[in-house]
């Protein structure tokens, strides 16, 4: 999924007065906040809207979901609808924490040396 995908499918599930360019700002806060939270030096970081709208974001698959729920919070969040904010930041962080387990579970770091002689 990339920036641009995700504020399309956002615009549909939660029609809003909010600007494209304030959506694209959450996604590629959160996506640089995931790249340095998980070492995901691999993985390009999306800097500007719009011209890094079609980079790939770094959840991906069944995880790119965690985008929309976030940016539909903020909506939420920004617009004062408290009680939907509410199950949209949960299904968030469902989601991003299960993404974070996956991606550590998957990802593990090289081995450079750990314990020997012991």
């Keep these: ?51 890094d709208a079609d980079v790939p974001l770094a959840a991906t698959g069944q995880w790119a979901e965690l985008y929309i729920f976030y940016a539909v919070a903020m909506i939420e969040f920004y617009q004062r609808e408290y009680a939907n904010y509410n199950n949209s930041i949960i299904m968030f962080n469902d989601r991003v924490a299960d993404f974070r387990r996956w991606y550590r579970r998957t990802n593990m770091p090289t081995g450079g040396g750990g314990w020997k002689n012991l």
């Excluded at 641009?4 to 007065?17: F, T």
């Excluded at 909010?18 to 959450?26: F, G, K, L, T, Y």
């Excluded at 790249?35 to 390009?44: K, S, W």
Aim: glycine share 4%; no cysteine.
């Design 1 to 51: 999924m990339t920036t641009n995908e995700a504020i399309d499918r956002v615009s549909r599930l939660k029609p809003n007065a909010v600007q494209d360019s304030d959506i694209a700002r959450w996604i590629m806060e959160l996506n640089g906040r995931l790249i340095a939270e998980l070492h995901m030096g691999d993985t390009e970081q999306t800097a500007s809207w719009p011209e």
